[in-house]
């Protein structure tokens, strides 16, 4: 499956953004999909991700609150929504998809991988 990434740009502190990741090859439908991000100088660390069917979601502490997660598989493309952006939310966020493991918050359990797109929080 092919995942592209886009959405990503400046915001200020407080302010909105919606990623949006489009998949095309492998069917959707049976994926667990999520968002991961990387910050400067950190390790990637899971956000937020939703499981296939009646969608289920799981998140980071840190993002809880605040992002919303969600899938139209009709369109197979995943979302996320995210408001009340702080300067520590800046990072380069990527869509990833697990076929074989439900509602996982680990990386290495996503087999196929966004480009990633950038969101700078300023304040």
């Known amino acids: 499956v092919q995942l592209q990434a886009s959405g990503g740009g400046l915001v200020q502190a407080g302010g909105s953004l919606r990623l949006s990741c489009s998949a095309s090859?492998?069917?959707?439908?049976?994926?667990?999909m999520a968002w991961f991000r990387q910050g400067p100088g950190k390790e990637r660390e899971f956000a937020a991700a939703?499981?296939?069917?009646?969608?289920?979601?799981t998140y980071a502490d840190s993002v809880k609150g605040r992002f919303t997660i969600s899938r139209d598989d009709a369109k197979n493309t995943l979302y996320l929504q995210m408001n009340n952006l702080k300067p520590e939310d800046t990072a380069v966020y990527y869509c990833?998809?697990?076929?074989?493991?439900?509602?996982?918050?680990?990386?290495?359990?996503?087999?196929?991988w966004g480009q990633g797109t950038q969101v700078t929080v300023s304040s």
């Open positions: 990833a998809a697990s076929y074989f493991r439900e509602l996982t918050t680990s990386r290495g359990d996503y087999n196929y």
């Open positions: 090859g492998r069917t959707f439908t049976s994926a667990t």
């Open positions: 939703i499981r296939w069917g009646v969608g289920y979601s």
